[in-house]
């Protein structure tokens, strides 16, 4: 399991979703907050944030963007680290075995992840909570909630397994991946959801037999797409096989016998 070293100059703060963080220098600062970081232009409080009606839209945009992070699943929380008084160290992993990527924004394009794929950024970086994939995503969960970063700097991303990166104008512009298995995609990508072959036979029987569910994630156009390699959901299915291997006989379980 993969994790990232981050190294900050005096006063240079990044972020993280709360239960990403490892461990930190005693100079840097840290801080709990309900809200990412102020878009571009937007100070957190004080000048410039227009007296008592600038106060008021901070509030109700804390209070939308918590409203997301909860309707997405997510930790309401954001930790943030700022280091004092000279160069400063914090560690950062993800949750899962598996690789860490970081993405560089440079403001022309932004990125879209999993939401389980963030880990940390810098402050300069804007996060926000996408909603994509149509009737089909929203009814299957499959896919219907991203996160988006946006603006300049740094956002590190964590998955399962292996990264592969593909474009799918590389592939005739178009790829379908199994839901569990993206990672993030940038700005030009566009996603959706679409079922697998309908209610008919050969549908259910990819459903039902096939371990692929009733939906796949489309991805067209041109543009980076990272996909990883192990799926929580495959996951979750080996460690519940293993749990019970100690029960099963030498023909898988068929024959065994329990004592009682």
Request: with cysteine.
């Amino acid at each position: 399991m993969q994790m990232a070293v981050v190294n900050l100059n005096p006063g240079q703060t990044v972020y993280c979703e709360a239960g990403k963080f490892l461990f930190k220098t005693t100079n840097v600062t840290m801080e709990t907050r309900l809200s990412g970081p102020p878009g571009a232009g937007q100070q957190q409080g004080g000048a410039g944030s227009g007296g008592m009606g600038g106060m008021l839209r901070q509030a109700m945009g804390t209070a939308m963007q918590v409203g997301q992070r909860a309707l997405a699943g997510e930790s309401l929380a954001f930790q943030y680290f700022t280091s004092q008084g000279g160069e400063g160290t914090v560690g950062f992993a993800g949750v899962l075995p598996g690789e860490m990527r970081a993405l560089e924004l440079d403001g022309t394009r932004a990125w879209f992840a999993e939401k389980d794929a963030f880990v940390a950024a810098e402050s300069s970086v804007q996060f926000g909570i996408a909603f994509q994939g149509g009737r089909t995503g929203m009814s299957g969960g499959e896919g219907f909630v991203l996160e988006k970063f946006t603006g300049h700097g740094t956002v590190i991303i964590a998955g399962a397994g292996n990264f592969i990166d593909l474009n799918p104008a590389d592939f005739g512009g178009r790829i379908e991946v199994d839901t569990g298995c993206l990672v993030a995609f940038e700005e030009g990508v566009q996603y959706g959801v679409q079922r697998i072959g309908g209610l008919n036979r050969q549908g259910l029987m990819n459903a039902v037999f096939g371990g692929e569910g009733l939906s796949l994630a489309t991805l067209e156009g041109n543009g980076r797409v990272i996909l990883q390699s192990l799926t929580i959901e495959s996951l979750a299915n080996a460690l519940k096989k293993a749990q019970g291997g100690d029960k099963q006989g030498p023909t898988g379980g068929m024959f065994s016998t329990h004592a009682g």
